[in-house]
């Protein structure tokens, strides 16, 4: 079995990665908790091909990244890149969010997930984006999910992401969907 080295500190991540790619001969670890590499770049694509790199070339092994984050388009995309320091807890992330955007009637969003997966000498083999649509709530709704999720609103669903079943956020949301668009591109790729 190839061992795929995940980018993350997060071994959620780890299980997650695990359930789309459960169909290919991949061993996940999680990488050694010392090697830190900060995203420096300003695209979630860029992050997440340097993350995977660096990950690949420290390593030795194919390495996986992902990046992702949510975009308001009445605030000209922030947080983007920025969405997990945008504060210190998922809370005061989603209240300064709210504060920011005030009572704009444009309240459209939307999460990206870029994923990039490099061979062990770093260059990248396989990068996919995916975008999923919603519009941001005045008020949290919903007890699921994490960070962002009670105020993302998904109109096919008349649900926040915190309110979907797990099983409709991950077939619907940018992780799932990057992942989506991975997949095909798995089955060619020699290790
Ligand atoms: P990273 O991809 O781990 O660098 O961080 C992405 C940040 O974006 C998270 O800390 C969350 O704040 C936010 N985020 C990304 N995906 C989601 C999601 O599916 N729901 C809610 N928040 C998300």
Redesign the pocket.
Known sequence: MTILVVA?G?PG?VREMQSYLADFGWELQLKPPELDVE?TEET?MS?ARLKATEVAKATGEWAIA?????EVRALGGV?G?H????GTT?AN?IERLLRELGDNSNRQAQ?V?AVAIARPDGSIALQAEGT?PGEILKAPRGSG?????PI?YVESEDMT??EMPPET?KRL???GRAFQALLPQLKNLET
């Not at 992902?66 to 949510?70: A, E, K, N, P």
């Not at 969405?83 to 945008?86: E, G, V």
């Not at 999910?145 to 999720?149: A, M, N």
């Open positions: 993350t997060n991540k995203e979630f992050n992902d990046d992702s984050g949510l947080p890149v969405s997990a320091r945008y998922d992330r999460f997930c999923c999910g994490f960070g962002y999720d993302f992401f915190a956020k949301s940018h992780r």
